[in-house]
């Protein structure tokens, strides 16, 4: 392979390694906000929350408990 094949496999490579880093930003940062919104709604409830969070926030279990009256 000449010079410019190699660089412009390394344009695209890295194109797509800066793609692929800014949507799993996007997607922890949108996680994170409907966690916090969720949360705010469950504390207005009187609620308790419970939330399980895996890595990065990308995957998450929440739950909100009334107490019982």
Known sequence: MTIKK????GVIVATIIICFTML???RVYFNS???TAASEE???ANGII???KGL???TYSFMCVQEAK
């Open 56 to 58: 990065l926030n990308l």
């Open 24 to 26: 799993l930003i996007a």
């Open 50 to 52: 419970h939330v399980e």
């Open 33 to 35: 906000q409907e966690i």
């Open 6 to 9: 190699h660089y412009i496999l």
């Open 42 to 44: 469950c504390l207005r």
